[in-house]
């Protein structure tokens, strides 16, 4: 790991609640990092299509990565959180002479990034083609998303994207990113059940269907309705079923939810 360290950043923390995961929306990382500095910007980690890490803020402190946010009835996720940047290119609308293209700002932009197919009804995805995440990346962040995890008591189901604490502003890290390998890399860590019922209502709340007891960590009648109606509107799509009262079961349905989009 190479330290990078940016000016950007709010100096101390009191609590740890979740990870974020992002996307830069480019292909390199040395650029990614000019602009975060140029924008007011930053993350605790950014990881290259290579492998390269680089740690641009201390986790003692908060950087500026989380925005407009909302996720376990909190607000402000700069303030509670970790980020980990990843350089990828995102959605495309076209693949052209064999890269894909994103018209950005009037101006084609393009990408040497192969393309992976994904799940997403979103209609305002429809027809994005997204780049996929390497495996020289993956085997990078991987093995750093379990170590912060784990340096900060995080319960597995507090990794999550961009997308999902700012639904609808964001689309990062996107469909293209294998949530999978994160629940395989974090399995043998412990949960917490209350963490476990918050992440479910909180992905509840996200997607339209907010617990009638909000995100309190009780895992209820309300909680069961807005699994009901969540599994109704996207159970098909994204194979979803309600889980059944083992909190193995509960925190298999918190990682999965992860992989509709916000």
Same mark, same amino acid.
């Given at each position: ?49 290579? $492998?390269?890490? &680089? ?7 908060? !950087?500026?990565? @989380?925005? /407009?946010? +909302? ?96 639904? $609808?502003?964001? &689309? ?7 949530? !999978?390998?994160? @629940?395989? /890399?974090? +399995? ?75």
């Amino acid at each position: 790991m190479i330290d990078d360290l940016s000016p950007n950043f709010w100096k101390g923390r009191k609590s740890t609640d979740c990870l974020l995961l992002h996307y830069t929306a480019n292909e390199s990382l040395q650029a990614a990092v000019d602009m975060m500095r140029a924008r007011g910007t930053s993350a605790h980690y950014i990881v290259g299509i290579d $492998g390269e890490v &680089r740690r641009i803020v201390r986790e003692t402190n908060r !950087a500026w990565h @989380a925005g /407009q946010s +909302a996720w376990n009835g909190k607000d402000q996720l700069n303030h509670v959180s970790i980020g980990i940047e990843l350089v990828n290119f995102g959605w495309a609308d076209a693949i052209e002479a064999g890269k894909l293209r994103r018209t950005q700002d009037g101006e084609a932009v393009y990408a040497d990034a192969a393309p992976v197919p994904v799940i997403d009804d979103r209609p305002a995805s429809q027809g994005f083609v997204w780049a996929g995440y390497p495996e020289a990346q993956l085997a990078a962040v991987l093995p750093l998303i379990k170590d912060i995890v784990k340096r900060n008591t995080l319960d597995p189901t507090q990794v999550i994207g961009h997308e999902h604490v700012a639904p $609808g502003r964001k &689309r990062d890290p996107g469909p293209a990113f294998p949530w !999978a390998r994160v @629940a395989t /890399q974090l +399995a043998g860590l412990p949960h917490s059940e209350r963490q476990v019922a918050r992440a479910v209502q909180s992905h509840c709340a996200r997607l339209g269907f907010p617990p009638a007891g909000g995100t309190d960590g009780a895992w209820g009648a309300g909680t069961e309705k807005a699994i009901a109606g969540l599994v109704a509107r996207h159970g098909a799509v994204y194979g979803l079923t309600a889980p059944t009262k083992s909190w193995a079961a509960r925190r298999a349905f918190a990682e999965d939810l992860r992989r509709v989009p916000g």
